[in-house]
């Protein structure tokens, strides 16, 4: 009785997190504006969405809306829907210094919306994007800096998205130009074909957006003289520089109010723990309804852009090859054995099982002499099963 | 040496009697008397054989039973102090008389009309004097005891009477108990000494006294001239019955003040609690008007505060953190505490520094006659408290000390599956009380408190309160009194992350303070008492700094510059009695607060929100250089208006100031919130309440009930930022908003107070709201619209009955409505700049469920004989009966793009404990 208590009141004590269903029906259909126009000639865009249930995973794209933007100069810009939810300006244009935009959206409910006006932030464009080695949180590895003109005024607050592509090349031992496949005889047997692939699947080339906002300014590096914002880290031991490695960084310059609307975007991610949860709520952002207090999310930019691309590879920097990032199993299978009668494992039908279903292991080798073959799991044997063999026009 | 020895003819097997007689008067004599199972008529009758004294008392008055002594050369006072002690019993020598009284007939229920009648009786016997013997033998059936001398020209018509009010079983004085002449306006209350003073009319008195936990007292007196009278006044056999109730300290019809509540430590043991503690704090949150974050929250909210606006005091001395183990058990040893005062209306001038409410807590005044102790054992903690007199009357030491066991549990029962969490506590208190002549009394306590826990990680959590508190105090006569009182306290908190990562880091934080302050007391007549002094107390405050465990940690030494700042009050009050009507409580308060270096402070652009970006110039200070300072006058003000005896009401206006905020990100409060000193970044916080209450007994008293209503204004209440970082941040004002608070609110108790059914139901509907607005968007909450606060929870009822099944046997629970707390809902999902979001509600839009619980508990006393080692009762109570599973904070946490909810839950089954309680 005395034991029964006890481990009652130490489980109710330690069991103290769980998890908890999220209720839907607290969900409000809030319009999301996101308004960037930049300072490139171009077809610039402003996409509409609504936001969607916590557990509902397509997007809602808002459709039908009429969208322009008008300068200070009394000049309109029109926008019309290039595809659901996205809207392209009519002509190719760009954001001009010393002119302000405002944003105007009228939904096909007949809803209105508005922007503050902003202006164009002032140009600065990255000058030099380059890689260090650095050590944070205890762990080695490259660091990726932009950096930018210290002596340009009005430019505090950055925003950095980037594209990363790195190659993958699976492990020499299993590079192999043939292929194999099963054709099925009569009474369940089968034959094993061996044929020269059609394509090179040894070497592919994964392209990956940021996922977080990456952001910077200029009160928060020491020296002034180097305004070098980190943009992206890679530990010594991550795959992605297993091979050659590209980032394309793109920078914004942000204003300041644009700087915190991010900022608290990002600040609301994650939860540190228990005892130090964050404070969650609304975000305001510049854009609001013009006939009612309804809540919209979103922020016009008018930012001054610039981007550049870096190569690099674990080699550059002498640390040791990062691992595949799959383990490899490796199957050494005798077509004749096709009992387990002598006490060990039949080898046909696993080489029946494993060239089967959603993911067939790929042929590595055979034995020249008997009909011992080699498999390897897809991962390790074609990289196109985890990425795509199509080489980038800017490699 | 005159031996005398003597044989009983009537009931005894054998006695013996030896008397001594010296050369003195006759109290001042030795006397030897032994005697073995003898009736207290006979032994009465023994001794005036054999002396000069001659025993007046009523024979069917005194008890059939037996005693067997041996005194050898002892006094007469004595002898009968020693043979009376456990009796009911008083006697009362004057010359060579001893008059024995019983004065423990207790009339449960008076005959209707009888004040009246006695009224009547009694205003007439005052005119008459002198008195005539028989007169009073017919109206008290011979049990009276005459003070003064009886003279034929006695021309004053009223006489000081007075003396000590002590209790029979450990000598102990009785604070706060009513000493009054019935049937009349003449009344007062014993002060920590229990001493008293009053003035009576000539002639025939009544004189009773009550307080709860004791039994009444009535000892009729004629009255010549002036005289002492001492009391001695036995604790309530039937003090289970007696309640648990809480009274407002002295008459709550009478005092002046609107929102006190007085927690009776005794009524404390019939409630079922969590773990088989008793705890103070607990009991003072189910008062309307208080409001508890849940279980696993040491936090509460009184009359929509923040958790960090309550000054929690222990003798005089700030206690930071009053709580175990998350606030599952409160850090002040139940069996040390004397008395405990709510000031949640209206706070007395002296005390200040906090928006919300004063929590009082004295530690019990040490038992100066003999060693006793008490202590309680259950599964999960021990605690023994022991009170040591080391000079009889004069000093004495009271020690306790609690601790749990439940991390040695811990490991005993999970030895194959080692988990990481732990968590274990202690507490020790020592009080040393001396008193220095008649006038003079020295109190000296020391605390110290230690918490240290981990949940499920790496991370290990510690804290600890230290206090060190000296009280002096000094009456120069009846009138002035003074009392000098130095303290200083700390707090402190560590997070120790020790994993197998680099990252390993001790994190600590502490703040210090030190307080002198004076309070003197004047009566300058009936009509008005004043209270005036200064206090004055110094902040050091260390926000920390983080350390590396060991060589391979990567975590960089980084410190915070030390912050202090000093705090300080002069104050008045008086408690004018305009008439018998109406009583007027007035104070007013000058505070003046001085931030002081050395440090940095910056200087912020005003034309941008606070942030590290928009820092314009930072300034040095030297050390103890002033930074700013800011004065406030407060003003203390409350008016009570009888309607009648038994009714009142009163009316208040109380406005606050606080120099020194928690830093709490959280809901609730937590262990590791660090505290911040306004600065020039930072401006202190204050609040103006307006109350309003009707008090009033029914039925004889047997029924108490208030309403009282409340509208309370705030001003630049402290919020946060989203995504606040609030640890170790150099510029932490650029995380900080501060904003409007507004709060109101009807609270209703109805407690009964006797019979075998008793409790309380209190109810309170209350709201708290806030506005965080700015002319900048990014410090603008709810688009600067007020918006309910963390905790407002408008409906919450509490239900806590006991029922007396028999004199051993007694049942009680406990239930608990709160509404839930409010919480900001995630409200959906959306993608930005290709960045998946969650879409939050308005802040605090949404609710979590509401809050219920239920307890239920049976406390089994020992036997009630008389002789035994240690009195002791067993508790056994069940916590949750009903399993609510009663989310503490529901979160929501973004995981690889995947929006994921967690509910923190602290007891979501039944807890059954059981406890075992003694006192020696």
Known sequence: MRIILLIVILFSFYNCVEPHRIETETYEDVLIIEGRINDVVSVQKIKLSRAQRIEQIDEISESNATIWIEDSHQEVFSFHESSNGVYSSNIEFAAQPDTSYQLFISTSDGKRYESQPVDLTTQNAIENLYAQTETINGAEGVQIYATVNSNADNSEFYRYEFEETYESIIPSEYLSIFDIRIENGLYGEFDLIIYPKDEDDSTCYTTENSSKFILSNVFEVADDNNLSFPVNFLEKTNHKIRNRYSILVKQYVLTRDTYFFYKTLRDLGSVENLLLETQPGFVIGNVHSVDSDEKVIGFFEANSISSKRIFLSYSDFDFPKPQYPYECIVYTLDYNDNTSLDGDRNDRILIKSILSGQKPFRFVEKDLTQPIYTFVNPECGDCTTYSSNIIPEFW | ?920
């Not at chain 2, 409001?291 to 930071?320: H, M, P």
Request: glycine letters at 6%.
């Open chain 2, 1 to 920: 040496m005159d031996i005398k020895s003597f044989f009983s003819k009537l009931h005894l097997l054998f006695y013996t009697f030896f008397l001594t007689q010296m050369m003195f008067a006759q109290l001042d004599k030795s006397y030897s008397v032994a005697f073995s199972n003898l009736e207290l008529k006979d032994v009465f009758i023994a001794i005036e054989d054999n002396s000069n004294f001659s025993f007046y008392f009523d024979e069917h008055t005194l008890d059939k039973k037996t005693y067997s002594k041996n005194y050898s050369n002892q006094s007469i006072h004595f002898i009968l102090k020693d043979l009376l002690q456990a009796t009911s019993v008083n006697y009362f020598i004057r010359d060579n008389d001893i008059i024995i009284t019983n004065n423990s007939i207790i009339r449960r229920n008076l005959p209707i009309n009888y004040f009246k009648e006695r009224k009547d009786e009694v205003a007439k016997v005052i005119k008459n004097t002198p008195i005539f013997q028989k007169q009073f033998i017919s109206e008290n059936k011979g049990n009276y005891i005459i003070i003064g001398k009886e003279s034929s020209d006695n021309s004053d018509s009223k006489h000081k009477v007075y003396g000590y009010v002590r209790d029979q079983e450990t000598g102990r004085p009785i604070a706060d108990l009513l000493v009054y002449i019935k049937g009349s306006s003449v009344k007062t209350t014993t002060d920590k000494n229990g001493y008293y003073l009053l003035k009576a009319p000539t002639g025939l008195n009544v004189f009773e006294t009550k307080v709860i936990g004791f039994d009444a007292i009535k000892k009729s007196v004629i009255v010549y001239g002036e005289g002492k009278l001492d009391f001695i006044i036995k604790e309530s056999t039937e003090r289970l019955d007696e309640v648990i109730v809480t009274s407002k300290k002295n008459d709550f019809i009478k005092e002046a003040v609107v929102g006190i509540t007085n927690i009776d430590i005794k009524g404390i043991k019939t409630i079922p609690l969590v773990l088989g503690d008793r705890d103070i704090l607990k009991i003072a949150t189910t008062m309307p008007g208080v409001k508890t974050a849940g279980e696993g929250s040491y936090g509460f909210n009184v009359r929509g505060g923040k958790a960090d606006q309550n000054l929690i005091l222990l003798d005089n001395a700030i206690i930071y953190n009053p709580s175990h183990l998350f606030g599952m058990f409160s850090a002040i040893n139940p069996f040390t505490t004397g008395s405990v005062n709510l000031y949640k209306g209206s706070i007395s001038a002296d005390h200040g520094g906090r928006l919300s409410s004063v929590i009082d807590m004295e530690s019990k005044s040490v038992n100066k006659k003999e060693f006793s102790g008490e202590g309680s054992i259950s599964p999960i903690t021990g605690n023994l408290v022991l009170e040591i007199p080391l000079k009889e009357d004069k000093v004495g030491l009271l020690t306790g000390f609690r601790m749990t066991y439940s991390d040695w549990l811990l490991k005993s029962i999970t030895k194959s599956e080692p988990i990481k969490s732990h968590a274990n506590f202690l507490d020790a208190i020592l009080r040393y009380d001396h008193a220095i002549g008649d006038k003079t009394s020295l109190k000296a306590t020391a605390y110290y408190s230690n918490d240290a826990f981990s949940i499920a990680s790496d991370s290990t959590y510690k804290y600890s309160n230290r206090i060190a508190s000296l009280e002096l105090k000094h009456a120069f006569n009846t009138k002035n009194k003074a009392s000098f009182q130095l303290y200083n306290s700390q707090y402190q908190f560590n997070i120790i992350n020790d994993g197998n990562y680099t990252d390993n880091f001790d994190f600590g934080f502490n703040i210090n303070e030190t307080q002198f302050k004076t309070l003197f007391t004047k009566t300058i007549n009936s009509k008005h008492k004043i209270d005036y002094g200064l206090s004055s107390k110094l902040y050091i405050i260390n926000p920390g700094e983080i350390n590396p465990l060991d060589a391979n940690s990567d975590v960089l030494f980084r410190k915070q510059a030390q912050e202090k700042g000093l705090e300080s009050a002069l104050f008045i009050s008086d408690k004018f009695k305009i008439n018998d009507k109406f009583l007027l409580d007035l104070g007013i308060r000058y505070s003046y607060y001085l931030s002081l270096g050395e440090g940095i402070q910056n200087v912020y652009d005003p034309n941008y929100p606070l942030s590290e970006e928009t820092i314009l110039e930072t300034r040095e200070y030297g050390n103890y250089e002033k930074i700013k300072s800011y004065g406030n006058p407060e003003v203390r003000a409350s008016i009570r208006y009888a309607i009648n005896p038994d009714i009142s009401i009163k009316a208040a206006y109380n406005n606050t100031v606080q120099y020194i905020h928690m830093m709490s990100s959280n809901t609730t409060a937590s262990p590791v919130d660090s505290w911040k000193l306004s600065n020039l970044n930072i401006a202190p916080q204050k609040s103006d309440q307006y109350s309003l209450g009707l008090f009033s007994y029914f039925k004889d008293k047997t029924y108490e009930f208030s309403l009282e209503g409340y509208y309370k204004k705030m001003k630049d209440i402290l919020d946060f930022k989203v995504g606040a970082e609030l640890l170790l941040n150099e510029n932490l004002e650029t995380e900080l908003l501060q904003g409007e608070g507004e709060a109101y609110g009807a609270e209703i108790l109805l407690k009964k107070k006797k019979g075998k059914l008793n409790g309380w139901i209190g109810y309170s509907y209350s709201r708290s709201l806030m506005k965080l607005d700015s002319e900048f968007l990014v410090d603008r909450v709810n688009d600067g619209a007020y918006f309910p606060t963390n905790h407002d929870r408008p409906h919450d009822l509490n239900v806590i009955a006991n029922y007396k099944l028999t004199k051993r046997y007694s049942f009680s629970m406990n239930f608990v409505y709160q509404t839930g707390r409010p919480i900001t809902y995630p409200v959906g999902r959306y993608t930005y700049a290709g960045i998946e979001q969650v879409l939050y509600s308005d802040r605090n839009q949404y609710r979590i469920p509401d809050y219920y619980r239920f307890d239920f508990g049976i406390n089994i006393e020992g036997n009630h004989k008389v002789k035994k080692l240690a009195h002791s009762f067993w508790n056994i109570s069940v916590y949750n009966v009903f399993g609510r599973n009663n989310p503490y904070s529901i979160y929501f946490v973004n995981e690889d793009g995947e929006i994921k909810a967690y509910k923190t839950l602290i007891f979501s089954v039944p807890i059954p404990t059981i406890t075992y309680n003694f006192k020696f």
